[in-house]
């Protein structure tokens, strides 16, 4: 946090209380004005999913079909002239990254092999699916030195927490399991309007092609912060916690409870988790907070929280809505309000075990698989802070998205967020020797979406990079296909030729990356 933001929020608060509250405890609050400014950015990021998709083609036509030196490619499988960009993808997936170590200077040298395996997989039904490829990463590891090396080996993927389970990545030394711990980036991306060039933030931005990751990694400063233990600060604040809801849910199916206050927007910074909806004025200080009462069948999340930092919110109104547009006053909606003072790292850490608990609840039931199999509750809490810091209410410049101060969308996003994580894992090289290591995932495509009406729907595109962020000294890299019975390579910059069986190649190390795009064979 910078120092000067911290000291601009943080004010003294009172001894603990509590007050049990069902009816209003103050005069009515002035007239509020709505804000749905967040909620008519995700409506417009909806609409332009395909529109906006193919406007992005239209807009660079000649990323569709590659440079002239493409053209032969178009429809067969020879070697490409190593310089063209291949397409630029509307969705894409990220490259496939070199190895690298924690440590600088390790005196290795490594001996490369990536393979993209396209044995097709199935639908539910048992149908075969042409989707994605397992990827196997293979490094020959040489210690030319009198004395063994050990290293942190770190193995780079850029995937979300929340897809990272699907990937079922494995690690291997000499062919054994060598299991792995996992580093987390921070989010990869930027920022972008919502569908108006005004200036605003309010949609992610997700990197959109491989010089966004080497704009990112090129430098090791990205590595450095994952490496390093992010803790929530210790500063105080006030929780108000909203509990033994009670609605006329019979009468009104969206039963609304609101909690309206006047604050100093210079003394008090308010972040909320479990609402459904925010207004203000900020030119008044009014505030208004409401949540649909939990009624046991929708899937709404019982834990509804206001986190005040600086001076207290003091008096607050209580009231009844008949639904979440908060006009319609209405009797019969009463909760039970609990104030006490804490610190931000201590409610961070209930509501991400809270957050934790529902994700799974609700989740793994549909057969979902939970990223918290391998992201510790401190490092999320540490990911959920650091958007708090970059980008939140935190920042000195926070971003549109979440200037709302609701926390449901930073701890869903800390696990939605594109990121590179890191595969860590040891290896011991012993002198004048050398130890084989593999990772292997399965890898999903860069593509375009159907409805796009882009030329290159159904093809699906795959990077690979050779050396962006490595430490590594590598002696030569070769790139490998197998099972390709299936699909047709339709541009490349490998030099594969499948119809005479040259299924495997020999890199250039100079030539920072490599592209392939293949299309599925129909039956």
Not at 52 to 81: F, I, R, V
Not at 323 to 340: A, F, K, L, P, Y
Request: with cysteine; aromatic share 10%.
């Amino acid at each position: 946090m910078k120092a000067e933001r911290l000291f601009q929020i943080l004010g003294l608060v009172d001894e603990s209380l509590i007050e049990e509250a069902d009816t209003a405890s103050s005069p009515a609050a002035v007239q509020r004005r709505p804000s749905w400014v967040r909620l008519l950015a995700a409506a417009a990021c909806l609409a332009v999913i395909c529109a906006g998709a193919w406007g992005l083609w239209q807009s660079n036509p000649g990323a569709g079909t590659g440079s002239p030196g493409d053209a032969a490619l178009a429809g067969g499988e020879s070697g490409g002239d190593g310089h063209s960009p291949g397409t630029a993808f509307l969705s894409y997936a990220g490259p496939v990254f070199p190895l690298t170590t924690a440590e600088a200077d390790t005196g290795l040298t490594a001996e490369r092999t990536v393979t993209w395996d396209f044995a097709p997989g199935s639908y539910e039904d048992g149908s075969p699916r042409q989707w994605g490829a397992q990827v196997t990463d293979s490094y020959t590891l040489t210690n030319p030195t009198d004395g063994g090396v050990t290293v942190n080996a770190l193995y780079p993927v850029p995937t979300s927490w929340l897809d990272f389970p699907g990937l079922n990545a494995a690690v291997t030394v000499d062919g054994g399991d060598a299991g792995f711990s996992v580093l987390s980036g921070g989010y990869a991306g930027g920022f972008r309007d919502a569908g108006e060039p005004d200036g605003s933030t309010w949609n992610l931005a997700p990197p959109d092609e491989w010089a966004d990751y080497q704009a990112l990694l090129a430098d090791g400063e990205y590595l450095s912060r994952a490496m390093e233990e992010t803790a929530v600060p210790e500063v105080p604040v006030t929780v108000y916690q909203f509990t033994d809801f009670a609605a006329p849910h019979e009468e009104y199916n969206a039963a609304t409870q609101a909690v309206t206050f006047t604050i100093d927007p210079e003394a008090t910074t308010v972040l909320s988790y479990g609402f459904n909806g925010v207004s203000w004025d900020t030119d008044r200080g009014w505030c208004q907070y409401s949540y649909f009462v939990p009624d046991g069948v929708r899937r709404e999340t019982e834990t509804k929280v206001l986190i005040v930092l600086g001076d207290d919110i003091g008096d607050y109104v209580l009231q009844g809505y008949a639904d979440g547009g908060c006009d319609q006053e209405i009797d019969g909606v009463s909760c039970t309000v609990t104030r006490r003072e804490t610190t931000l790292a201590d409610v961070l850490d209930l509501l991400c075990r809270a957050y934790q608990a529902e994700f799974e609840q609700f989740s793994l039931g549909r057969g979902q698989e939970s990223p918290f199999r391998y992201l510790s509750q401190a490092q999320y809490q540490g990911l959920v802070w650091q958007l708090l810091e970059q980008y939140g209410l935190f920042s000195d410049t926070p971003k549109d998205r979440y200037s709302d101060g609701r926390l449901d969308e930073i701890l869903m996003e800390a696990l939605s967020q594109e990121r590179v994580l890191y595969l860590s894992f040891p290896v011991t090289v012993p002198a004048g020797g050398s130890v084989t290591v593999a990772a292997s995932f399965w890898k999903e495509p860069s593509y375009d979406y159907g409805c796009s009406g882009s030329e290159n729907v159904g093809l699906q595109g795959y990077d690979l990079v050779t050396a962006l962020g490595s430490t590594l000294e590598f002696t030569g890299q070769t790139a490998a296909l197998v099972n390709t019975d299936t699909i047709e390579i339709v541009r490349q910059n490998l030099g594969f030729d499948l119809e005479n069986g040259v299924a495997q190649v020999s890199l250039d190390l100079a030539e920072p990356r490599y592209y392939l795009e293949i299309r599925p064979l129909e039956g």
